[in-house]
């Protein structure tokens, strides 16, 4: 197929989310104005067949939704490491029961699974979800990890097996590729494939200890974007990642060279910040339970949750966060291209602390705000540039006309405090309504295995 063929077939699937045609006109309270990174007095939104519309026709048998001064309506987030994953005793699945509507209730409107587990049951899921049975956000499937993370994977793949395993789930739909555990060999074959199809690659990658990838050596190769570590000559590859992480000062000049790299290629960066700090059991009310969180578990996840005790993982994160910090505040002051992911797999018995997937989103944006980025630039990057960096932003991140109709509302202006995220109430995708605490009552007790 020649792109411009590609690009239509995406835009036909990226249309085909459009399944549902209650027209929507919302009125009242302040809207998140994408250019200038503001809230506005809102002019009146309007949602036609799924789509943001400008006004200009007749309002007769359209639902319409009244806000008041305290309502602030913000684009759909998009949580680019948005993980399906529950594990517990060496078995992990795709939970698909109730992790869905933790995300929507959330505000998170669309999620990448960043390494699918159960790509045939993540497959089902979108289906249901998009053809209104179910609840959830929009599926940008990521289908199986490309790596040692894919139950299926074998080291000795061939370059044909993995070209083809990328058609394979590009013509099922995939929109993008993720790796985990992949050598350099392999990543450079599966970047290549992938930009045949116009899809973009992220990476959990490391230091390139024990045959794993370097970021720098993957920029290189022409990855799209990456998780977790910067990476450069900092990491070096005689010990992995986390052990050399630790060590790092983030005022290194050598840090430098590296930020250039992903700036000079347009590489972004997930930088999963919130997580370390949530796994380090860092005391701070960035990752304090205002939700109750246990009580969405099973009774039988609740117990098992409860036994676990904290580990030498927990005591590296701690170590690990403050480095973090210093270097993503880096990374910004640079001009460095940021997007955000939460990147919550729920391990039931490795208990990592610091909660759910879709509650997690709003720790990760309150993580950043915290070292110094800007609330309002962290509202962007969760949902225009995020959008961006997964090709999508014709579609979605603003509340333009022409795109899906996806939103989120809250209470109070998210730039004076950026915890008010945490009050979202009402949640809009392609034009439904939802209401976050009805969800959240039908997940309770139902996240995790029953036994
Ligand atoms: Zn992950």
């Known amino acids: 197929m020649r792109k411009s063929q590609l690009l239509t077939a995406l835009f036909f699937f990226l249309a085909s989310f459009q399944t549902f045609s209650q027209n929507l006109a919302i009125k009242g309270g302040w809207v998140f104005d994408t250019p200038s990174k503001t809230f506005l007095k809102n002019p009146g939104l309007y949602v036609k067949d799924g789509v943001f519309v400008n006004e200009g026709e007749s309002l007769k048998d359209w639902k319409t939704l009244s806000f008041s001064d305290e309502d602030y309506i913000l684009p759909g987030l998009i949580d680019l490491h948005a993980h399906y994953r529950v594990s517990n005793g060496?078995?992990?699945?795709?939970?698909?029961?109730?992790?869905?509507?933790?995300?929507?209730?959330?505000?998170?409107?669309?999620?990448?699974?960043?390494?699918?587990?159960?790509?045939?049951?993540?497959?089902?899921?979108?289906?249901?979800?998009?053809?209104?049975?179910?609840?959830?956000?929009?599926?940008?499937?990521?289908?199986?990890?490309?790596?040692?993370?894919?139950?299926?994977?074998?080291?000795?793949?061939?370059?044909?097996?993995?070209?083809?395993?990328?058609?394979?789930?590009?013509?099922?739909?995939?929109?993008?590729?993720?790796?985990?555990?992949?050598?350099?060999?392999?990543?450079?074959?599966?970047?290549?494939?992938?930009?045949?199809?116009?899809?973009?690659?992220?990476?959990?990658?490391?230091?390139?200890?024990?045959?794993?990838?370097?970021?720098?050596?993957?920029?290189?190769?022409?990855?799209?974007?990456?998780?977790?570590?910067l990476g450069g000559d900092l990491l070096v590859s005689t010990i992995s990642a986390y052990n050399s992480l630790k060590e790092l000062d983030p005022a290194d000049p050598r840090l430098e060279e590296v930020i250039q790299l992903y700036i000079k290629n347009g590489v972004y960066f997930d930088a999963t910040l919130g997580t370390y700090g949530a796994i380090g059991l860092v005391d701070s009310p960035i990752f304090g339970d205002w939700a109750n969180e246990a009580q969405y578990l099973t009774p039988f996840s609740q117990k098992v949750v409860e036994a676990v005790k904290p580990s030498s993982f927990n005591e590296l994160c701690a170590l690990i966060y403050p480095v973090k910090q210093g270097t993503l505040l880096r990374f910004y002051d640079a001009g460095g291209l940021i997007t955000v992911g939460t990147d919550r797999p729920l391990l039931l018995d490795n208990y990592l602390g610091g909660g759910i997937g879709g509650f997690f989103i709003h720790r990760e944006m309150a993580a950043m705000v915290e070292i110094g980025i800007p609330a309002a630039e962290v509202l962007y990057f969760a949902t225009q540039q995020n959008a961006e960096a997964f090709r999508i932003d014709e579609r979605a991140g603003s509340l333009s006309p022409g795109k899906w109709g996806d939103l989120m509302i809250i209470k109070g202006n998210p730039i004076e405090d950026i915890n008010r995220t945490r009050s979202v109430h009402t949640v809009v995708k392609a034009g439904k309504v939802f209401d976050s605490k009805l969800l959240l009552e039908s997940a309770r007790g139902k996240l995790g295995p029953v036994e």
């Open 90 to 229: 060496g078995q992990a699945f795709d939970d698909t029961v109730a992790m869905p509507k933790i995300f929507l209730a959330n505000g998170i409107t669309s999620t990448f699974p960043a390494g699918e587990i159960e790509p045939e049951k993540m497959w089902d899921l979108q289906e249901e979800i998009d053809a209104n049975r179910r609840p959830g956000p929009r599926i940008l499937h990521s289908g199986p990890y490309f790596g040692t993370a894919a139950p299926d994977w074998n080291p000795e793949f061939t370059e044909l097996e993995i070209r083809d395993r990328v058609d394979y789930w590009a013509s099922r739909g995939a929109l993008g590729f993720k790796a985990k555990g992949i050598t350099k060999e392999h990543l450079a074959i599966l970047i290549d494939q992938a930009h045949k199809h116009n899809l973009t690659v992220t990476g959990h990658l490391d230091s390139g200890f024990r045959n794993s990838v370097n970021p720098q050596d993957a920029i290189k190769l022409g990855i799209d974007r990456v998780e977790h570590f």
